[in-house]
Structure formats: structure tokens, C-alpha cells
């Protein structure tokens, strides 16, 4: 499995799409500077659920590639008699 730093696959994609980080903290209804912040400064904080499953969509990438936490598929039980 590969390993994202989500700043950095950020300014990646951003840069794909040919669009600003500014515009897309506009997008997602935030000052301008938020993903600039996030992506340069290295903003300790991570990017919010809401503001990481909206740019996944509009990149059309895994939210994983942008800090987001893996699947979490549950445990399956065994149905061995006991």
C-alpha cells in the first residue's frame, strides 16, 4: 500500500487540476490561506472530515491519499459450532 503525505499530495493534485489552493478553500467555503496553511506551513492540525471527503470527491481520489484513515472493515465472527 502507498503512503501519502497529505500535504503534499495535496499541492500535487492542486497543481494536476490546475487550480489554486486559494480557490479551492473558496470552494470548500473557508479563507483563502486555510490550504495554504495546511499545505506549506505544515499546519499541525489535519484537514477536517467535511473539507477531506469534499476535495477526495473533487479530485476523484481515496480520501486516505489526503490524511484520511483507512477502511475499517469490521472483524468477522466465526460460525463454528461450539
Sequence with gaps: ????????RLRELAATRGVSLAGLSRML?????H????????RLVPLDAHDRRMLALFFGVSEMELGGDAPHWPERRSRRAA
Design 1 to 8: 500500500m502507498r503512503v501519502f503525505d497529505p500535504r503534499t
Design 29 to 33: 467555503d473557508r479563507p483563502e490561506r
Design 35 to 42: 490550504l495554504s496553511n495546511f499545505a506549506r506551513r505544515r
